[in-house]
């Protein structure tokens, strides 16, 4: 395998470069190149067809990202080893690692209740076994254990790389121009002050248009109401599925799948490596495959719902600030003449649910400002801000999904 570095031609950024040899041999590894076949954007193709980038493709740009900010900062007056900055890259481009199929689609369908974090953590200690480097000062500072604080920062705040290339990426592959962020400008006015990262105040405006980019692309792409259908739609498929397996009925599917269909798994499982390399063996292609299969499976509710996602035949969905469970009983009315659906199957073409979109959240890691005169605000508490406590609030909408 070759170990030197490599020049990449991203579509957002141009030529991004991977002189590290650690980094190099992380990328062409197995765990991380099954990234290729795992959107990123999980169902939002349906209503947005250029979206069907990857996570491959996110890590990298991320990691791209990670190395202009750290740069940055050493050209500041950071102390940075070259270990650190290697760790630090090694981790924003692992971050994502542990996704299943489909990405955040099916977080917590696939297996319950474990997020891709924990996943993924477990990823970089059988990683760092195979491969050694430094891996645990990269799984510190991905775990906010590592002393300097601000390392963390740049992989999971309200104002890190993971934040700033999905959001950049996510609109040049949608064509939603609204989520473009001045990335650069930003990056070039990050600074550390008391170990802790923040902005100069020159950039303040610069981070004022991330939040909000962040909040309509939320509410015109994550959160559309088509996407949502969409995602409601598959876990559905998933949800009838593990019932069918679970009550011993028979169902096509590749061997890793089939093991997650048939097996409640917990947290403590993903120690074993065997069970964690199984995991990685799934991609979207193993969801995909089975689901073309299950149109034509004896199960009416199970084919039934695989033939609407593959004829793209969603839930319609009617999303409101307001309480809207009394138009439940007229959509259940509607739905059970349909063939195929009675009261025991109907929560799966008929239901409710609530979703929402925070901005930014004012009790989470806050975005820090450094002034001018040395002092340290919060990006909500400067002279006239956009983003104040009431735009920061998270917005609740609930929605009813029902089939056409």
């Not at 969409?230 to 593990?242: C, F, P």
Request: net charge negative; hydrophobic share 40%.
């Amino acid at each position: 395998m070759s170990m030197k570095g490599k020049i990449i031609n991203d579509p957002v950024y141009g030529f991004i470069s991977f002189p590290e040899p650690e980094l190099m041999q992380i990328i062409e590894s197995h765990w991380f190149q099954r990234l290729r076949n795992i959107r990123q954007m999980g169902m939002a193709h349906f209503v947005y067809p250029g979206a069907v980038h990857t996570r491959f493709h996110h890590s990298l740009g991320a990691c791209h990202l990670m190395g202009m900010a750290l740069d940055k900062l050493k050209s500041k007056g950071a102390e940075v080893s070259r270990e650190e900055y290697v760790a630090a890259r090694m981790a924003i481009l692992l971050h994502d690692v542990g996704h299943g199929p489909f990405s955040h689609a099916l977080e917590h369908s696939l297996v319950d209740g474990i997020p891709h974090e924990t996943v993924s953590r477990f990823i970089m200690k059988a990683m760092e076994k195979e491969m050694g480097g430094p891996f645990d000062i990269a799984r510190q500072i991905f775990s906010h254990s590592y002393p300097k604080k601000y390392l963390h920062q740049l992989v999971s705040s309200q104002l890190d790389v993971d934040r700033m290339d999905y959001l950049n990426r996510d609109s040049f592959y949608t064509g939603v121009s609204e989520g473009v962020i001045g990335y650069d400008r930003i990056i070039q006015m990050l600074t550390v002050h008391d170990g802790e990262l923040m902005v100069e105040e020159k950039a303040v405006h610069s981070v004022e248009k991330f939040i909000i980019a962040r909040r309509l692309m939320y509410w015109q792409v994550y959160l559309h109401k088509t996407v949502l259908g969409a995602e409601q739609l598959i876990i559905n498929v998933l949800k009838r599925a593990k019932e069918i397996a679970r009550n011993g009925g028979e169902l096509f599917a590749t061997p890793a799948f089939r093991y997650f269909l048939y097996h409640p798994v917990s947290v403590n499982d993903f120690q074993d490596e065997q069970l964690l390399r199984l995991f990685c063996e799934m991609d979207d292609a193993d969801l995909q495959t089975s689901i073309k299969v299950w149109q034509k499976h004896p199960d009416t509710t199970l084919s039934m719902l695989c033939k609407m996602l593959v004829n793209r035949n969603l839930y319609k969905i009617i999303l409101s600030s307001n309480e809207i469970d009394y138009l439940l009983e007229e959509k259940q009315k509607v739905a059970l003449q349909k063939e195929g659906i009675n009261k025991d199957n109907l929560h799966y073409f008929v239901s409710s649910g609530t979703t929402f979109n925070n901005t930014y959240n004012t009790d989470d890691e806050r975005i820090l400002i450094e002034m001018k005169d040395g002092s340290v605000r919060d990006i909500s508490q400067i002279d006239n801000p956009l983003v104040n406590q009431t735009s920061a609030e998270p917005i609740h909408k609930n929605y009813i999904y029902y089939i056409r």
